[in-house]
């Protein structure tokens, strides 16, 4: 999709529901990061990196969980690109449409394992 000013990266959906965008300003100076990309019928992610001369370097990702699937799969998902070489020294920015109540992080192990991944 065309939006002028904006580098468009997006996920290969394997269902018929979900896809995800994710659009960075071209001035930053995104680069795909296809090799921390995944996709199955239960979540999507797509990724860019871009280097700032003036701090550390970031990446992003962009990821989508289908609301009927397992958090567990999708955690594991998740620590794939946190845990890649690439990600190392990073400053690391995990967005999207997770389909999580994080209310449940008491009372409901996945989602108190979900978060637990994201805070490390």
């Given amino acids: 999709m065309d939006n002028p ?3 468009f990266f997006s996920s290969k959906c394997q269902s018929q529901n979900g ?8 001035s930053l100076g995104p680069v795909p990061r296809p090799e921390l ?15 700032n001369p003036k701090d550390r370097n970031v990446l992003i ?13 999708f955690t594991e998902c998740l620590q794939m690109p946190l845990s890649n070489p690439l990600a190392e020294n990073k400053l ?13 992080y008491d009372s409901h192990a996945p989602v108190c394992d979900f978060v637990s991944v994201l805070l490390l």
């Fill in 61 to 73: 990702c962009c990821a989508y969980r289908h609301p009927s699937t397992k958090i567990e799969h």
């Fill in 92 to 104: 690391v920015f995990i967005l999207g449409d997770f389909n999580i109540n994080l209310q449940n």
């Fill in 5 to 7: 000013g904006y580098t």
């Fill in 19 to 26: 896809g995800i965008d994710l659009y960075v300003k071209t």
């Fill in 37 to 51: 990309d995944s996709a199955s019928d239960e979540y999507e992610t797509t990724s860019a990196g871009i280097e």
